[in-house]
């Protein structure tokens, strides 16, 4: 399992999250929200620090992470985040 964002991705990251170098974003498994996968979906917050990642990605100087704990969501695919300009919201797609 990899992790992987496209530029303008990282972009609204930056930008929306008000991310500075050295700092965390964790991908998490949640119950509910938007386009679940029999009731589950992807979250994230910021900040937490790794403690048993599963994937990892260094871009900018940011650390994006999932944890070992909720890489049975994921079945072995790869997380790519990118940005839709047409909702201008960042999106989630498992490959």
Do not use: C
């Amino acid at each position: 399992m990899n992790i992987s964002l496209t530029q303008p991705a990282l972009h609204w990251f930056k930008r929306e999250m008000n991310l500075e170098k050295g700092q965390f974003v964790r991908f998490y498994v949640r119950f509910g929200g938007y386009a679940t996968n029999n009731g589950f979906s992807i979250g994230l917050t910021m900040n937490d620090t790794p403690i048993e990642p599963a994937a990892t990605l260094k871009a900018s100087e940011l650390t994006f992470f999932i944890e070992q704990k909720d890489a049975w969501f994921f079945d072995g695919k790869d997380l790519k985040v990118k940005y839709s300009r047409t909702k201008q919201e960042i999106e989630y797609v498992l490959i």
